[in-house]
């Protein structure tokens, strides 16, 4: 069973303010990683990291930032929160390496109000 | 540049019946493959993957998946599913780039089981 924990499971906000979602993992993995997930399911990749003080943009241009001061936290944070970022986000870990896979929280439903 | 193509959105199946979800993928290396499944308000699970040797990958809860290097096809496969399969399934390709690998995913397929 994966270690990798995300909170809150859903939010209900609303507009202008500020949130932070929170992923933690247990394994000691180097990679982690934030996803966008859109409500007819397909994902998009908006942070990676491949270790602490290492963050990079992904595939989809987001408003988020990120942050990985230690290995096992990678937390999201939304400045200014509007409805356009109303979606599921999904944290995963990986272990460094091509021919690893990935695990996954369970995921954070934000909705912005 | 990598890209994953899974052919079909939404795939309607009998219980016990067989079942073939289609992954095609694109890359300029060599890759390695994973495919994924989504119950609702989960995270992903791993089912299986390919990383060398058998082009036929056997998974979990009874999946099966064959690499096709020539067709570069990744396609799952049930004999007989149950109601209980009925999820969304992703297709991943993971290779390198720049030195760093990238895990890309395909846009999904929903598996609807009905009795």
């Known amino acids: 069973e994966a270690d990798i924990y995300q909170t809150p499971r859903y939010l209900v906000i609303g507009t202008g303010k500020k949130i932070t979602l929170e992923c933690s993992q247990t394994m000691g993995h180097d990679k982690m990683y934030w996803y966008q997930q859109d409500p007819g399911m397909e994902l998009h990749l908006i942070h990676y990291?491949?270790?602490?003080?290492?963050?990079e943009k992904g595939d989809l241009s987001s408003e988020s930032t990120v942050s990985r001061i230690r290995t096992e936290h990678f937390p999201l944070t939304l400045e200014s929160a509007r409805p356009s970022h109303t979606s599921q986000y999904l944290c995963?870990?990986?272990?460094?390496?091509?021919?690893?896979?990935?695990?996954f929280g369970q995921g954070t439903r934000l909705t912005v109000v | 540049a990598q890209s994953v193509t899974q052919l079909d959105s939404q795939v309607p199946v009998f219980e016990e019946a067989p079942v073939e979800l289609r992954c095609n993928y694109s890359s300029s290396v060599s890759v390695y493959l994973f495919w994924y499944v989504q119950y609702p308000n989960q995270g992903l699970q791993l089912l299986l993957k390919?990383?060398?040797?058998?082009?036929l990958v056997k998974g979990i809860n009874g999946f099966e998946a064959e690499f096709n290097k020539s067709q570069t096809s990744f396609h799952l496969r049930k004999p007989s599913v149950h109601i209980s399969d009925t999820a969304e399934y992703f297709c991943?390709?993971?290779?390198?780039?720049?030195?760093?690998?990238?895990?890309?995913f395909g846009k999904g397929t929903m598996l609807l089981v009905s009795p």
């Open positions: 995963a870990s990986s272990e460094f390496g091509e021919n690893t896979e990935a695990f």
């Open positions: 990291s491949y270790g602490v003080n290492s963050t």
């Open positions: 390919y990383l060398s040797g058998s082009t």
């Open positions: 991943a390709v993971s290779s390198m780039n720049s030195g760093y690998s990238t895990l890309t």
